[in-house]
């Protein structure tokens, strides 16, 4: 199994994924975008990750589009909520 496929196996789980590194100098716009939504993940801030809009216009958003994403699965999972991915 591919790590991609491992993070997505463990948020249906209700795992929240790793945050992605954006140490590199190409992530640094994006940087407060990605605190943001990983603060609202570990808060488990549900409504707050579904509300927050991405643009999704190069790598780094996109990244951060897919974390999120992989958050709501996660602690949807740990809700045990009926709309959570099986």
Do not use: W
Request: hydrophobic residues 45%; proline residues 9%; without cysteine.
């Amino acid at each position: 199994m591919g790590r991609r496929a491992e993070i997505a196996e463990n948020a249906a789980k209700g795992i929240l994924p790793p945050v992605p590194d954006f140490s590199a100098p190409t992530h640094a716009r994006f940087r407060n975008k990605l605190h943001t939504v990983a603060a609202m993940a570990t808060a488990g801030d549900l409504d707050g990750l579904r509300a927050f809009r991405i643009n999704p216009v190069s790598t780094s958003p996109k990244a951060i589009m897919r974390y999120r994403d992989l958050a709501v699965q996660a602690l949807e999972a740990r809700a045990g909520r009926p709309d959570a991915a099986p």
